[in-house]
């Protein structure tokens, strides 16, 4: 692979734009050799003087190079660049001075040098502004571990400590024996490369290890006389940790203005933020709420983890881009300059800032020694999980079913014809009982098909949905282990259909009709038992997920909202007709309409009134966590959001009326109110969710930036929206609506997630938040 894909690929998706533009700057070194080609094609025949006779004369004398300029040692007159540091409006830049800008094809190779720089200025301005970042975070995370081991102490020794010489052998030994638990489990080349840890975040008792470190050292620092020979180094540290050993409260005395932090997450902090209570609780000195608290906190470790792994990341690639086209350069160019340019590289910030290296060594110490009971396997395994491989066996097995669902359909089309279904009585109330019991399966295996292919294409296009989701590392499916679910069900919802016609048609089984009756109930009853099982197996983390999800959207004014509960409630509303199934099998089999394949529902007031209910509930689900978020972030624009769910709503609610009583009123009231609900949601769809119909936007009614490198696609989608509307269709009608839909909403969620990518983007949001376990005091007097 090419550097420039292998570049792109690795790539954190929201910090694209903080990249060195190396796709341009290869632009300008093609540009280079265009002219240089050109130019050797044009010359006449004859002697060629040597292009360092156009550079800038560097005087009699040699120069003195200044601190900041970084070029080789040797004749000026040799060098094809000067490489300095200069301040300007309080920022430390790097400018690159061209000494053969006489010569021809100078102009070009100057236009190279200042975008060159530009790009280089960038990196590095971003990569200090992240680090300052990590090194705020790291400050913070280094108080809640004060807080933890505090608590831990706490808990475990709830008398309080003593200063028996038992207790103090005790705690003596346990620490002699976590350390030569984490020696033993530490690789050599890891022991041999360990640096000195930072002293940003530190743990209780290193100040005392570093101080006995300084002793020996004092004491190895005598002379043969006997006279003591004073490294002032060491009594630098040995001062500095005193001062720091002096600072430092006792660990239990911390927890005088600690409090917990609860978050709005549940329904009873979403009242008592409601009702304007504290939002942190006394700390209650329980087991339980010691595990609670050192699992959030090794959530956080991880996720700061994984932002040291990225930042190091970035730094490595922009480094190697640097190299990489001054070596393209200097091949096409036929000059010696990346010597220079790299060298000084390596002296910047960029390249000689050694903070986020030892940082990581840090929390992977503590990381282990807390979390992971000093075995570094397990800790490591953690902080670095393993890349999930694709997996062949996934692939062969959803081809292999998903032929046996052609073949399946092939062979139910077969029985129709052959068997003459069409044309028998029962074929009325087959349609009004079996049909609608079956096609949930259909609308819930359309909706995994276009899923999967908004997973294919979020990955083509390079959309981040796993962040965006908040997906574990490493659990989210690709779009082949959703394609393998959807062919399971499908299979099995089709043999259901055969054996439930194949029972009928058998002269043995055709008395029997309770027990084919209950095949769909029992395929319906395997789903919720497969969703519910607590086994580690089919996907348990995005079943949990998902149910999470579901029981968020149930409750929707009592959680604090997220993109997943939001965007699951966006997916029901799609499926109001999947719900309205799930209601016509509480029906069929609650009242015992199976046992003689008789559809009541319909005529019953009952049943009626919550198909009306049902049609409206996904909408109110929605208008509740618009409301919740309005509450949560005072934004408006959720609120008029929430005004085009209640228009859905007051449409679906005419729609209803109107095929409940028919009657022109209610067929005028029902159009009237579609088309006003059809043009608000239409609108919000296009220009809120996408971001499309940018008035100013340099690409047409579109927006700035488009993943999809085709426009055309962007208008199809539009008119693909504006085409599927509130339709006042007949029941035979309703699987096909529905249908429709359903590919409305796969469509629609292709082009969400790619504007919230975009967003994230912006605003270079590569990470989430993760909530803390502690608060102190000082921290809420910071917030008033």
Known sequence: MKFGKEFASQMVPEWQEAYTDYKF?????????????????????????????????????????????????????????????????????????????????????????????????????????????????????????????????????????????????????????????????????VKASRRVPMAVIDEEGSVAHREGQCDESHEDMKDGNGIEVVNEGVQEVKQRNEIKAKKRPPPLEILDRVKFNTSQETPRSTIKGFLNLPNQADLKFTEDNLRKAEDQLKRAFVGFYQKLRLLKSYSFLNIMAFSKIMKKYDKVASRNASKSYMRMVDNSYLGSSDEVSKLMERVEAIFIKHFSNSNRSKGMNILRPKTKRESHRITFTMGFLFGCTIAL???????????????????????????????????????????????????????????????????ELGYREVLLLGASLSVLALASVLANLDMEMDPITADYK???????????????????????????????????????????????????????????????????????????????????????????????????????????????????????????????????????????????????????????????????????????????????????????????????????????AITVMNITVFSLHRQTMVALVASLEILRRGLWNFFRLENEHLNNVGKFRAFKSVPLPFNYDEDEDKDE
């Not at 236009?111 to 790291?138: I, P």
């Not at 081991?149 to 003593?162: D, L, S």
């Not at 899923?451 to 296009?461: E, I, M, P």
């Not at 009306?612 to 996904?618: D, H, K």
């Open 409 to 475: 359909i092939v062979a139910l089309a077969l029985i129709v014809r052959a068997r003459n279904i069409i044309d028998k009585e029962g074929r009325v109330l087959y349609m009004e009982t079996m049909f609608p019991l079956y096609s949930l399966f259909g609308f819930i295996v359309l909706h995994i098909i276009m899923y999967a292919a908004n997973v294919y294409l979020w990955r083509r296009y390079r959309v981040n949905y796993a962040f965006i989701f908040g997906f574990k590392e490493g659990t």
């Open 514 to 716: 309770p027990i084919t009756e209950l095949l769909p109930l029992g395929l319906v009853l395997l789903v919720i038992v497969t969703m519910l099982c607590p086994l580690n197996i089919l996907y348990r983390s995005s079943r949990y997920f998902l149910l999470v999800s579901v029981f968020h959207c149930l409750l929707a004014p009592l959680y604090k909202v997220t993109l997943p509960d939001f965007f699951l409630a966006d997916q029901l509303t799609s499926q109001v007709q999947a719900l309205r199934s799930l209601e016509f099998y509480i029906c069929y089999y609650g009242w015992g309409d199976y046992k003689r394949r008789q559809n009541h529902c319909r005529s019953n007031d009952v049943f009626n009134t919550f198909s009306f209910i049902i049609a409206a509930v996904p909408y109110m689900w929605r208008l509740l966590q618009c409301l919740r978020r309005v509450y949560d972030e005072r934004d408006l624009h959720q609120g008029y959001n929430g005004v085009k769910y209640l228009s859905t709503i007051i449409a679906v609610c005419a729609r209803t009326a109107h095929t409940l009583n028919k009657g022109p009123k209610w067929k005028i009231i029902a159009w009237i109110t579609s088309i006003i609900a059809t043009i608000i949601s239409t609108y919000w769809d296009i220009v809120m969710d996408w971001g499309l119909f940018q008035s100013k936007s340099k690409n047409k009614w579109l927006r700035d930036k488009l993943l999809i490198p085709h426009k055309s696609a962007y208008f199809a």
């Open 25 to 189: 700057l290869k632009t300008l070194v093609k540009e280079i050799e265009i002219y240089k080609q050109r130019t050797r094609l044009a010359m006449p025949a004859g002697p060629v003087r040597s292009h360092t006779l156009y550079r800038a004369f560097s005087g009699l004398t040699q120069r003195v190079n200044s601190p900041g300029a970084h070029q080789a040692a040797g004749d000026v007159e040799n060098q094809a660049i000067l490489v300095q540091n200069v301040r300007r409006e309080g920022e430390e830049r790097s400018e690159t001075m061209f000494l053969g800008a006489a010569a021809e094809g100078g102009e070009y190779e100057m236009v190279y040098f200042r975008r060159l720089d530009d790009e280089f200025n960038k990196v590095q301005r971003f990569y200090r502004l992240k680090v300052d970042e990590v090194m705020k975070e790291a400050a913070v995370l280094n108080k809640q571990m004060v807080a933890l081991i505090a608590f831990r102490v706490k808990v475990e020794h709830p008398q309080g400590w003593t200063n028996s010489v038992e207790e103090t052998t005790q705690l003596a030994s346990d620490a002699a024996a976590s350390s030569a638990a984490l020696f033993a489990n530490t690789p050599s080349a």
